[in-house]
């Protein structure tokens, strides 16, 4: 089974630009996360998508940051204008099934976009 | 101030010795998850615990939650250098199975040969 794709792997950009993410989930996954990782840090969780909706985005930075997921299957994160700050690895993460109450999904890992900002 | 704290920030281990890398949290852990990571790459599941008293076992790691649910202990034993990387926890601290994982801040393992 192949696991959670994203790309690009490395990206340098100047702040005020422009840029965007793409992930490709594990084939069939509902639930579709995008985190941001500091260096030095854990990961922090940005928005979390279920098919084709959100289902939180009370982290996600709106004044710059975007968020898509359109047929419920790829995603793209979008940052717009980037500052220094914005400098992280940017994972996205799928579990299998819909959120519920009475079970635990475990989150699986892309490898993630290294994103500089200079 | 964490909300999920994690000891050591880091370990440096002779190859075969034991190790202990600890995770707590003034909240109930509803789902207690470690990953591992290496530098530059994803993060990769290792293990999930969700009832307290929970312990489980891979190969030569065992995690184990503890009965009130608010401290996860990651134990190596005989260490490798394969096991060289980022230990990272993260746990849903909400009730009802939210899937918004926190993290700690990661402990940073290095395995002398």
């Known amino acids: 089974e192949a696991g959670v794709a994203q790309s690009p792997r490395y990206k340098i950009i100047e702040k005020r630009q422009s840029v965007a993410f793409w992930c490709n989930p594990i084939s069939g996954h509902a639930t579709l996360y995008w985190y941001q990782q500091i260096l030095g840090q854990g990961p922090k969780l940005l928005i979390q998508f279920q098919n084709n909706g959100v289902v939180d985005d009370s982290q996600l930075p709106k004044d710059r940051f975007s968020a898509e997921r359109l047929k419920g299957v790829d995603s793209t994160l979008k940052i717009q204008p980037a500052k220094l700050e914005d400098s992280a690895v940017y994972l996205c993460a799928s579990s299998p099934r819909p959120l519920a109450e009475d079970y635990q999904e475990t989150q699986y890992f892309g490898p993630g976009t290294r994103l500089l900002v200079l | 101030s964490q909300e999920l704290e994690q000891s050591p920030q880091s370990l440096i281990v002779q190859e075969g010795k034991n190790l202990t890398i600890n995770c707590t949290s003034s909240?109930?852990?509803?789902?207690l998850y470690w990953y591992k990571q290496k530098y530059g790459e994803g993060l990769i599941f290792l293990m999930m615990?969700?009832?307290?008293?929970e312990e489980k076992s891979h190969e030569k790691i065992t995690a184990k939650l503890d009965e009130k649910k608010q401290q996860s202990s990651l134990h190596i034993t005989a260490s490798q250098p394969s096991h060289a990387g980022i230990y990272l926890c993260g746990a849903d601290i909400s009730s009802g199975n939210t899937g918004k994982l926190i993290f700690g801040q990661g402990t940073t393992l290095q395995v002398k040969p």
């Open positions: 615990l969700q009832k307290g008293g």
């Open positions: 909240k109930t852990l509803y789902g």
